[in-house]
């Protein structure tokens, strides 16, 4: 009888983690931020926006495969939702932070509408205007880059 009550005292101090979920800072957790993100589309929500902006400091960058798609996730969550774009960039570390500049300023896909997702930014009101310009200021690099005219 003790041997029982002492397993499950030790087993409940231990860390819960749910089946099939991947641990924080994988390849797979990673993965699996990204693919949500990418399966909401439009819908994607202010938690899978602040998810995808922290993915910037993990394994997604590590891999070329995941970090292209990281990047065109930013992208897309920048120009659905600013506001909480914004709203989680401010909460991230000063790495997450550059690596995040650091992917707006360089685009993967031609595809990304620059102007558009500079409107979308622009249109944002209240908020850290500091993070604000950090952000349209990586979005005028990345235009400078592809030979457009950003305002």
């Given amino acids: 009888m003790r041997i029982a009550?002492?397993?499950?005292?030790?087993?409940?101090?231990?860390p819960q983690v749910a089946v099939g979920a991947a641990a924080p800072g994988t390849y797979e957790a990673c993965s699996?931020?990204?693919?949500?993100?990418?399966n909401?589309?439009?819908r994607i929500s202010p938690r899978q926006v602040a998810a995808v902006l922290n993915a910037t400091n993990s394994r997604c960058l590590s891999s070329a495969e995941t970090?292209?798609?990281?990047?065109?996730?930013l992208f897309h969550a920048l120009l659905v939702r600013p506001?909480?774009?914004l709203e989680a960039f401010a909460r991230v570390d000063q790495v997450t932070r550059?690596?995040?500049i650091a992917e707006l300023e360089s685009p993967v896909n031609d595809g990304i509408d620059l102007p558009k997702v500079y409107r979308s930014v622009w249109?944002?009101?209240?908020?850290?205007?500091k993070d604000k310009q950090a952000i349209i200021?990586?979005?005028?690099?990345a235009g400078d880059k592809a030979g457009l005219q950003l305002p």
């Fill in 5 to 14: 009550f002492f397993v499950f005292v030790c087993s409940a101090m231990l």
């Fill in 32 to 38: 699996q931020v990204l693919r949500d993100a990418d």
């Fill in 40 to 42: 909401a589309g439009k």
């Fill in 67 to 73: 970090s292209e798609w990281l990047n065109e996730v």
């Fill in 83 to 85: 506001a909480a774009f």
């Fill in 98 to 100: 550059r690596n995040i």
């Fill in 123 to 129: 249109s944002v009101k209240g908020g850290n205007g």
């Fill in 137 to 141: 200021s990586a979005l005028r690099t």
